[in-house]
């Protein structure tokens, strides 16, 4: 069973960041509020990367627009499974056995002769 996730409010996160910024650490924010260490150290390195401090990542906007371009994917793949209209379910079969008449060699006898 997935985990649920809680959205904490933007200005929650900029506090967090202010905070380990000023010296606190993450493990002693998230023992006094509720979001783990590992998460508020997320968001101080996500803070990071989107001021330019860092360039081990991408930014919020380049993440933002592969999440885009992703769906658009998917949905595009979804597409081409579903049956084409009016195309039949089963793929097109031949007979099993094709009728072979014997006539003069290079001439054909009638139209329906292979």
């Not at 390195?45 to 919020?60: A, H, M």
Request: glycine letters at 8%; one cysteine or more.
């Amino acid at each position: 069973m997935p985990r649920t996730r809680l959205l904490y409010s933007l200005e929650f996160r900029q506090q967090m960041v202010e905070l380990v910024k000023a010296g606190r650490t993450p493990e002693e924010l998230s023992r006094e509020f509720e979001p783990t260490a590992q998460t508020i150290h997320n968001w101080v390195e996500q803070t990071d990367l989107d001021g330019g401090v860092r360039s081990d990542g991408l930014t919020t906007s380049e993440l933002r627009e592969l999440r885009r371009e992703n769906k658009r994917l998917r949905g595009e793949r979804e597409v081409l499974k579903k049956p084409r209209p009016g195309s039949l379910r089963s793929p097109t079969r031949c007979p099993r056995s094709v009728r072979v008449r014997e006539g003069q060699p290079g001439r054909v006898q009638r139209t329906d002769d292979v």
